[in-house]
């Protein structure tokens, strides 16, 4: 147990920034008897913002819980800047730190104002100085340009708004990564742009991040790569250039005439 414990932090001791920041083998993952992950590979680099489409029910949801530990894996390897995110001794609480999630269903407090979502986690679970997290919180609800919204409370803001204080949320625990399980899809269509908005800016500070999602003019202008999975299996892939156009395989061409 313990050699397993020094393994694990020497991992992710000689981790290095120029090193994938996410790191998929083989992954592998069953309900029952259904598989939904057939042995996904693929990595991502610190940075980077690779975007996840597919069908309903292609595992794209699972795949990204597998990533911050919300769904335990079969087989295979994930690892979150070098540390494996699904070994029984990893701090959970750490890794969740340092991966930030938002849902399709932001599920605020909904007696709790803005800011006071915002700050919560820092506050009751890192036990963090609560002036010191007003003052990142009033920063972070600037950032997805909530000014003023501030003592709001979730049922006086529109689908949008309340989803951008969802994102200022996961980015008050500071996070080195973002995962966003289509966050746009049960928005009105006038408020799904600025979420747009505000994830694009934080990819354009240099937030790694991981999206699934079907707006594809988001994925074609702001993501580094495209995974198409269906099924349990990455089908295609490739840079927003050359997967659009060069699509292959009749599956990724079906979705994206069903989807564009
Ligand atoms: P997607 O996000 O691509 O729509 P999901 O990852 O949500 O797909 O689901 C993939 C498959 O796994 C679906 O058939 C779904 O019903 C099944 N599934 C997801 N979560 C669970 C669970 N907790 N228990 C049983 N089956 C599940
Ligand atoms: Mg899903």
Redesign the pocket.
């Known amino acids: 147990m313990a050699e397993t414990n020094t393994a694990a932090a020497s991992a992710a001791g000689n981790w290095t920034p120029e090193q994938p920041i996410v790191s998929l083998k083989e992954v592998r993952k069953s ?2 008897d ?1 598989e ?1 992950l057939k042995g996904i590979t693929f990595d991502v680099m610190k940075g980077e913002v690779i975007c996840i489409i ?1 069908p ?8 990204i819980r597998c990533i911050n530990a919300l769904n335990p894996i079969d087989s295979g390897s994930i690892q979150v800047e070098g540390q494996e995110v699904h070994d029984a001794h990893l701090d959970k609480l750490a890794l969740r730190k340092k991966v930030g999630m938002v849902f399709q269903q932001y599920n605020l407090f909904p007696h709790k104002t803005a800011l006071q979502n915002v700050m919560m986690a820092p506050v009751q679970v890192l036990k963090q100085d609560k002036a010191e997290v007003e003052a990142r919180a009033r920063k972070l609800i600037k950032k997805v340009r909530l000014e003023g919204k501030e003592e709001s409370y979730p049922g006086e803001l529109s689908g949008g708004q309340q989803q951008r204080v969802a994102i200022a949320r996961s980015l008050a625990m500071n996070p080195d990564i973002m995962l966003f399980d289509e966050v746009t899809a049960a928005l009105d269509p006038e408020t799904v742009k600025e979420v747009l908005v505000t994830i694009k800016e934080l990819a354009q500070d240099g937030m790694t991040c991981m999206l ?1 999602t079907h707006e594809m003019g988001f994925a074609r202008e702001v993501a580094d790569h495209i995974y198409f999975t269906d099924r349990g299996v990455i089908v295609e892939h490739g840079p927003p250039a050359t997967f659009f156009s060069e699509a292959k395989d009749p599956r990724t061409q079906e979705f994206l005439g069903q989807i564009l």
């Open positions: 309900f029952g259904l939904v597919g309903s029910g292609s595992g794209k949801s699972t795949l699934v």
